[in-house]
């Protein structure tokens, strides 16, 4: 088995995870404080990214810069792969061997305005940060904020450093919330080029050209759309 605790490429800054920016530092110092346990630590960075960083699945998408980590903690906001870079970029940050995973996800509950912009309930390429803590690679989702998860009736997901952290397969009404459909890996920096490969494939060439025109004139406001 790979010892990833001496894996550089999971602790290693690049364009994109770039956790030796200052602003990065500075953040992940006043999250962390004095802790010095790996799982404490990512359990305290998880938090601050699942409500501080506002889940915004209209964000612009389609350029690397719109990823780079101190821009996401900039807008305060993001989309899941967006949320999952910066955690990711917390963890190295924090000398936490940290990558990015991806799947894609069917969210039965999804609000019908994000349902008509997408044309599906199917997510494809829905990111999420995975954490080497204790000998094994743990998955944590920190996508909703905990504001947006009361709106949903769902609970804000939870992380305790041990299990993995996702999705809820259903809602408090007991209504299907997420089903995890397909895994497609673990990398060590983000894959632009294969997420918006398996957009295209899931979504046709010219939808997403619409999402890159919607999100530059018009930005719809996700807070307002009532979820189903």
Request: proline letters at 5%; aromatic letters at 14%; hydrophobic letters at 35%.
């Amino acid at each position: 088995m790979p010892d990833y605790t001496t894996d550089e490429k999971y602790l290693t800054p690049t364009y994109v995870i770039n956790s030796d920016h200052k602003d990065i530092i500075s953040f992940a110092q006043k999250t962390v404080g004095d802790l010095k346990d790996p799982v404490k630590i990512a359990i305290k960075i998880f938090l601050s990214v699942r409500d501080q960083i506002l889940y915004d699945p209209y964000s612009p998408f389609y350029d690397l810069d719109h990823y780079k980590a101190s821009n996401v903690l900039r807008r305060g906001r993001g989309y899941c792969v967006q949320k999952a870079v910066f955690l990711c970029t917390l963890g190295r940050a924090c000398k936490i061997p940290s990558r990015l995973s991806f799947a894609t996800v069917k969210n039965h509950l999804a609000s019908k305005q994000l349902k008509k912009v997408m044309g599906s309930d199917l997510f494809a390429y829905h990111g999420f940060t995975e954490f080497y803590l204790n000998g094994k690679w743990i998955k944590t989702t920190p996508t909703f904020n905990k504001e947006l998860c009361a709106k949903h009736k769902v609970d804000p997901i939870e992380f305790n450093g041990k299990d993995d952290a996702i999705f809820h397969a259903y809602n408090n009404e007991k209504k299907l919330f997420m089903e995890y459909v397909t895994y497609h890996g673990s990398f060590s920096d983000l894959p632009l080029d294969l997420v918006m490969k398996g957009w295209r494939d899931e979504y046709g060439e010219d939808r997403v050209k619409s999402w890159v025109k919607l999100y530059k004139d018009i930005k719809p406001d996700f807070s307002e759309e009532e979820p189903l």
